[in-house]
Each structure stands twice: as C-alpha cells, then as structure tokens.
C-alpha cells in the first residue's frame, strides 16, 4: 500500500498526456534496459563536457546521479544477457518512471546550456526550483526501488545506495554568486525607474567583465531572447513582461554604448529564419503534447489565452494581448477592424473558467492573473515601466546621434535598431520623431544600400502609427516623394511593401488622402502591387487604395492609371476581395466610377462569385457595389446587373443570412426589380419573379433606388 500511494503521488506530478507519450510500452525487460541505458549514456556524453555559464552545480550534480544511474543500468543489462531471472514488477515500474525523469532532465540540460545568459540570471530562482524537483523524484524513485532484489554487485549496489543516501539530504542551491549578480542586473533597473543613468564602468563590468558578453554579436542574441519570451509567454511569465521590457531596453542601450556600431552585423532580415520557441520548461513540457482548442487561443498572439476580455466590439482577446495592441495606438478592433467605442476591458469570466477546466483535465500549467476579477479597467494600467522608457530615450539619443553622421554600415544599424524600438509602444514613437530621427531616415529612403533602405522605410511605416508622427512625416520636404519612390522602385521586395503600409497608415488622415493620391506615381505602384505583389503586398496595396477610395477627388485618378482594373481583378484573390470590393462599392457611387466599373467585363461577375464565396462582410461589400453600380451607373450598368445568373438566389439568401447591412442593401437591389419596367426578369433560364406590396414609395425619391426595408416583399424562384 506504502509502495502504491509513492508512485501515486510521483504520477500526479506530471502530465498524463506526457506520460503517454514517452512511457515505454511492451519492451522486454532487456530491451528497458538498452533503452535506459542508451538514453543515459547519451545526456552523460552531450552535457558533462559542456561549460554552463549558471547552474553549473545542479548540472554536474544531475549528471552525476545519471552516471551512477547508468553503472546500474548497464550492470542489469549485461547480467540480463547472461539469463538473468526477471527484474521485480516494482524495479520494472521504477524503470519506467527513471525514463520520464532521464527525459525532464534532457530538457532541463538543454535548456541551461541553450538558453542566454540574461534569461538564466533573471530565471535563476526558478531552474534551481526545477533542479531541486528533480532530485526529490529521484530520491522517492530511489526509495520505492528494490536494491536487494535485482542481484546487484556490492559495488554498484554500495554507490546507488549512497546516491539515495544523497538524494534524501540533498535541498534546494542557488548560487550566491549567480543571486548577486541577478540582484545587480535589478539595482541597474531602478536607476533607470529614478531617472538617473548608470554607470558606465558599473555597466562594462556587470555585461563584459562578469557576465562574459563581450561583442555586439552577443548583446543581440540576449536581446532578441528576451524578447521571444515577451512575445511568447507574456501573462506567464516572472519576471512581468514590463519589467522585462525594462531589461530589453537596459541592454540594448549597453549595446550601443560599450561597443558601438558594428557594420559587420547589418544584414537583411529573413522571413523563413525562426528559431525556435523556448519558454518556461513546465510550459514548454506541456505544450509539446496538447493541442489547445482554437477557441481558447487568442486571435492576436495566437496562445492559450490566460487572461481573457472582452472589448466594445464584442471579440475576447487575451489581456495582455490587446493592452499592448491599444498601447501600440490602435483605435479598431484586430479582428473585425470596427473602431472602438472605448477602451474598458470586461473580463469573459465564462470562458476563462472553461479554459481552466481545459487545463486541469489536461495537466498544463494555468494561473490565472490577479486581477482577473478585478472591476472592468483601461489598458492604461499596463503601459512600460518608466526604466523602459528612459532606457530607451537614452538608446535612440544614441542612434540618432549615428543616423546623422555615422558611417553607412552605421546609418543602417540605427535605422534597424529605431525600426524595432518604434515596433512597440506610442511613447517610444513620440520621442523617436522628438529626437529628430524622421528627417535623417527620410534621406535613407533613397540610400542604395537595401538594408538601409527596408530598415528606414519600415521604421517610417513604425513612426506613422502614431497619430502626431502622421503630420510630421507629411510635412518633411520631399518624405512623401521618397516613400513613393521606395514603393515603385525598392530594392527589396519587403521595402516595397512596407512603403505601400506606410501610405495606407498616412491616409487615415483625411487630409491626406488627396495629396497621396496626386503624388505621381503612387497609385500605379499599389495597383501594380496588387496584381503582381506576395500576398502580404497586396494586402497592403489593397488597404491602401481602400483608404484612397474613401475621397471622392481621388476617383478619376484611381480610374486613369488603372486602379479599378487592379481592384476588379482583385475579386477573384480570396486574400483581398473583401477590401476590392469595399473599395469598389464606394467608387462606383460616382457616375465617373460606376461607368469605369461598368467597363470592366469582369465586374459583375466577380462581384457575384463574392456574394456566393465570399465572407460576411465580403458579401455585404459585393452586394452594396452593385446596388451603386445600378444606381449611379445607368440603364446599361442596371441591365448588366439584372442579368446576371444566379443574382435572385443570392439575394433570397442574403435576405435570411447576410448582415444586417448586406439585407438593407440585398432589399433595396431586389427593389430595383420590382420598379424597372418588367416585373418578372429571367437569369440563366430560371424564372424569377419579385412582388413587393404594401407600402408606397416615398415622395420626390427615385421609385427604383429606395433603401425602405420595412416593405414586405416575396421572392419566388422557379426550380427547373
């Protein structure tokens, strides 16, 4: 019974799912032992040779239980080969549960030899948790086991019981020197908090002296780690993620203040580089073998959600998800792209207790925020810490002090550098653009070096979301110009693109949208991005134009150069029809736009496959263009429409299914055919016949357009 409630308590540990996984099922008793045996020898080979920069004790005290493991091990294994009688059903069971330790201990091992330095020294409290966990599984392993029943030599038995003998002492280590040094790395922390810029020699001697990082190489590895943990386990995670935005900034700034700028590191960035995830190891263990249901992902980070609330448009985000969105400057909502009516966040209690009903069925690691139930709140309360920001004022003084008159290699480091600072946070962009960096990127924007280039535009495009930067980029002589220039002629196709999402983010600004579109050649670009770009660059070109679409004086010009041919064409991308059609419903409100779309042979029956194919708001965005298009395009356009196969289903459809707008605008179309000369129409051989009664038609309005959807009205459709 004593031996029963151990492995009992050892199992409920762990993950079952993991367990499942990794357990050995149906092996002989001497092929577990060749396994275990192999698996030792391996960790021993790969770790005891490996110079760990912390928690150098707890791994060499790990491996050097797993040594002694393996003497046992392949003691057994070789007296098996000699007819050996069978092992004991517990030291089988004992077996088992050592290959789930020798494989927790892989990970951990890994994780200390493959983590950076930073991330080790701020974890330090919790990896020599894990290190200490492991030894008390080992020890109540090592208590359950039957040495004396598995015919084992004196010595071997003499240093296993001396190992048990270990493990039952052995408590909980953490490095002095290591504990010292994390402390350090905070006081750093508050210095910044208080205003007050570090020291430099106390900066040189903490990063270079002690911990051993020595080039700018090294400094953006640490870097680039930290930040995969804000990104990847932010809401759980120690520390917060805002006091790790503060280290991330610290140590960017002595990057640049220790070693300056290094031109053999300017290099354009990959979108096929990723490297892998690495996170906090219970997490990491979890999420290896659980698939997490799509409905408990955030839309945004597209994680398990921890924190879930819901905003004014009614989608659920995870907290931090969509405080840092709002933070960043946003005004709409990520999914559905509605402006918010305001910013409070309401917890979605419902579905927070359904994910921690998830997890606990599923043994992955779930705690939920302190102030989950707290009273709904603004995202205010999570904006950086002040450390963060004055690290990062100190930092951009620094590169645009290099983006002056810096080399070239330089010039294109800060421009990167300035890219990332301004991917994060208003504040952050507000003093970029107060430190005079828009000035010297826009000369960049022209630089034939095509890192300098991407880095400088995307920075632009960075700087514009924020509301105050919008002005002072269109007020920078010849800014507009270059922007233009970098979408027509970049010299990378990622520059390209993001110049065209630098204009669709100034064109929010109503001002802005006919200055835009009379810059020469800014409209053929999109519209030549959208019909050859990837398809993130037709995205981009698509919004853009979209927004150029929303001013009227904008309309002959889209039509001159062949936008609304790109747009038509645009119809039949799934990636970007929703917005061609958008854009498309709004020209052809114009005769001048509804003639041009009534040209384009593809128009209607792109607009049609939308309304079958398309997505919600892509069927509303279809159905509305072609009520315009009637409406504004005259007897042809109207006829063209009216004749088009498969419409009176669609609409029927529509009229049970749609939007509430796209039923406004289905209604006011099937209006239209009630009030043109014939009351029954034929399409493609199929007799639709539309009788409306009741109400009359209001006064001094065109009998044929009204938009009145209190009419009833009765669609019949002749099945053949």
Known sequence: MATAAIFSSLRRRR??????????????????????????SELISCFSDKPFFFQRRNSRSLIRKIEIFLVMLEYLRDSGSRSMPSLPSTAILCFKELYLLLYRSKILLDYCAQSSKLWLLLQNHSISGHFHDLNQEISTLLDVFPINDVGLSDDVREQVELLQKHARKAKLYVDKSDENLRLRFFSFLNEFDNGRIPNHVDLRLFFVERLGIRDAKSFRSEIEFLEEQIVNHEGDIEPTACVLNGFVAITRYCRFLLFGFEEDEVQLPSRKQKKPRKGLITREIADTFVTIPKDFCCPISLDLM?????????????????????????CTCPKTGQMLIHTRLVPNRALRNLIMQWCTAHSVPYDPPEAADAPAESFAEALP???????????????????????????????REIRLLAKTGKKNRAFIAEAGAIPHLCKLLSS??????????????????????????????????????????????????????????LSAVHDYKKRIADQGGAIEALAGLLRVGTPRGKKDAVTALFNLSTHSDNYARMI???????????????????????????????????EAVGKEEMAVAGLITMMRCGTARGKENAVAALLELCRSG???????????????????????????????????????????????????????????????????????????????????????
């Open 15 to 40: 993950s079952p799912s993991l367990e499942a996984f990794l357990a050995p099922v149906d092996l002989t008793q001497v092929a577990l032992l060749q396994t275990l045996a192999a698996v030792s």
């Open 306 to 330: 921890r924190d879930p609330v819901i905003i004014s448009t009614g989608q659920t985000y995870d907290r931090s998800s969509i405080v840092r969105w709002l933070e960043e400057g946003h």
């Open 385 to 415: 810490i002040k450390a963060a920001t004055e690290a990062n004022r100190a930092t951009t003084t620094l590169l645009v002090q290099h983006l002056a008159n810096g080399s070239q290699g330089a010039q294109a480091i800060a421009a």
């Open 448 to 505: 034939s070096n095509p890192v300098a280039q991407e880095n400088s535009v995307t920075a632009m495009l960075n700087l514009s979301i924020y509301d105050k930067n919008k002005s002072l980029i269109m007020d920078e002589d010849g800014c507009l110009r270059s922007i233009v220039e970098v979408l027509r002629l970049g010299l990378t196709t990622e520059a390209r693109e993001n110049a065209a999402a630098t204009l669709f983010s």
């Open 560 to 594: 001159e150069v062949g936008a609304v041919t790109a747009l038509v064409g645009a119809l039949g991308n799934e990636g970007v029809a929703e917005e061609a059609a958008g854009a498309l419903a709004l020209i052809v409100r114009q005769p001048i736009g509804a």
């Open 634 to 720: 005259g007897a042809a356009a109207t006829e063209r429409v009216l004749g088009a196969p498969a419409l009176a289903g669609l609409l029927q459809t529509l009229l049970f299914t749609g939007t509430k707008r796209a039923r406004r605008k289905a209604a006011s179309l099937a209006r239209v055919f009630q009030r043109c000369e014939n009351a029954s129409l034929h399409f493609g051989g199929l007799g639709v016949g539309y009788a409306f009664a009741g109400n009359s038609t209001p006064p001094n309005r065109d009998p044929r357009f009204t938009d009145d959807v209190s009419m009833p009205m009765s669609i019949s459709v002749q099945v053949l």
